[in-house]
């Protein structure tokens, strides 16, 4: 039998899940009426579950007192990115080459090839960095879904880390240097990729 979670918390889930899928596209507007009908709860749940998000970085509260699912500017991207290379650098300190996942897909869902590539590559890290390469990794999902726009051999820089993976050591650390600079270099571009592909259906 499913956990019967606390209506809050699994509203915190629902909401979380919509924007990490994209469903809730960034800069959309999240009406704590709107998700309250929507979800079947009080408006005390939904501003729970927004205050969580906005702890994560991953909502923002504006100065209008509305909540919107959070864009970052381009200098926080680079930033973010920056953070995200530093933290898998602090993995390979700690990693051991095992073997990859077998149903591990490289093609068709990049987002989720490129997290599980991290979480391999997070295992054997403290869990002070495995926590902080999980939240910048939500964070970047909306760039990650961008990137196949800006590069179209995006999955090969993946296919690069897989065959690195399986050697660690220096070799991986230069490629997990080649994949995070290149992308610190065009985060214009994945900034307005990812802008071009959120169509709030609220128009705000």
Known sequence: MALDLRPGERVYQEIKQAILSGEFAVQQRLDIDRLSSQFGVSATPVRYALAILAAERLVRLHASRTYHVAFWSERELRELYAWRQQLAEWSIETYT??????????????????????????????????????????????????????????????????????????????????????????????????HAKAKPPNGD
């Open 97 to 194: 080459p095992t073997p990859l996942p077998s149903g591990l897909s490289l093609l068709g869902d990049y987002p989720g090839a490129y997290l599980e590539l991290m979480q391999q590559l997070d295992t054997n890290a403290n869990t002070e960095t495995r926590r902080a390469g999980r939240g910048a990794d939500e964070r970047l999902q909306p760039a990650l879904r961008a990137e196949l726009e800006v590069f179209a051999d995006a999955s090969a820089d993946l296919t690069k880390l897989v065959a690195a993976l399986q050697t660690g050591g220096a070799s991986l650390k230069n490629a997990v240097r080649k994949y995070f600079r290149r992308r610190i270099g065009h985060c214009a571009a994945i900034r307005n990729a990812a």
